[in-house]
């Protein structure tokens, strides 16, 4: 005799699940602050044992489910993608889809529905990859308590406050996946590249010729030159002033430091030419800047 499985859309232990009404939700679509970006639906199901939920018309909303544990399986128009431990995938609204849990391994997944406009520019970010789907993402406690932060607000009170400032986290909160990678550039590798800012980020204090900075990464002057050029968009040599008058903005705002001491710290032999430098990248001399944003 066949085993008949019931399928469940939602309802397991230790679930947590926020809709919001829809008289909140006409509220927030005339919010200025939030309404380009908001949440519909949020929650948490641990160990979802038969969840298997199918919209034939899709949703009105953009679906994000992240899975810490086990597996689930997500169709979208024919085409299956299987969902594993710190993985995420974004389901697009308004196009039909089916997704489940695994019968032998359930998958326990946090998930958000959120739409607006800013919504529909960060699927796009998200649709930019060359492999559009599943994309697997470290794990980072951050992210969780991030997600606690968001449902609490929401849980606790549907006043205005407490929803801008639950979506304005939201926001936060989806572009943690779609941007972790350039929130945390050391995941994407050392290419030679990387490592050279990385050099010159530890070296502010110095001199350092083109030929040395070529010579650390094993390329001849002209090679290093054009793939830091294709990395940066700018030649290594204005990267690094650039760096060094960023640092030197930190001394100005955060310090008591006077021109000829930033200029030693940061390997400039001639306090003529930072300030040259200076107020070439930043519009104003260091003495202006240093007036002009005086702690209070």
């Known amino acids: 005799m066949a085993v008949v499985i019931k399928k469940i859309k939602e309802g397991f232990v230790g679930q947590r699940m926020i809709v919001l009404p829809p008289n909140v939700k006409k509220h927030v679509v005339k919010n200025e602050l939030i309404k380009r970006c908001y ?30 544990e086990g597996t689930g399986y997500i ?14 995938f974004i389901i697009p609204k308004n ?33 930019e990859r060359d492999q559009p789907g599943k994309v ?5 406690e951050k992210r969780i308590l991030a997600f606690n932060e968001i449902y609490d607000l929401v849980e606790n009170s549907f006043d205005t406050r407490e929803i801008e400032i639950s979506n304005i986290k939201l926001l936060d909160f989806v572009s943690s996946f779609i941007f972790h ?20 980020k530890n070296n502010l204090h110095q001199n350092i010729s083109l030929e040395e900075l070529a010579d650390r990464q094993r390329l001849s002057v ?57 107020k070439k990248l930043m519009g104003i001399s260091p003495a202006n800047y240093k007036n ?5």
């Open 292 to 296: 002009q944003h005086k702690r209070a």
């Open 39 to 68: 949440l519909t639906a949020i929650g948490f199901y641990p160990r979802a044992v038969n969840h298997d939920r199918e919209r034939k018309t899709g949703s009105s909303q953009y679906i994000l489910l992240y899975c810490v």
């Open 136 to 140: 697997m993402i470290p794990h980072e």
């Open 75 to 88: 169709n979208i128009q024919g085409v299956e993608f299987i969902l594993t431990p710190n993985s995420y």
């Open 95 to 127: 196009v039909p889809h089916h997704y489940r849990s695994s019968t032998e391994n359930p998958w326990s997944i946090y998930w958000v529905h959120f739409t607006g406009e800013s919504a529909d520019l960060l699927y796009q970010r998200y649709a």
């Open 181 to 200: 990678k350039e929130i945390n550039p050391s995941l994407q590798g050392t290419d030679v590249i990387t490592a050279s800012i990385n050099f010159m």
């Open 222 to 278: 002209s090679h290093y030159c054009r793939l830091f050029a294709a990395k940066t968009g700018r030649s290594p040599h204005q990267y690094f002033n650039q760096l060094k008058i960023w640092q030197s903005c930190q001394y100005l705002y955060f310090s008591d430091r006077n021109i000829k001491e930033i200029c030693a710290e940061l390997g400039f032999d001639d306090p003529y030419y930072f300030s040259r430098l200076f």
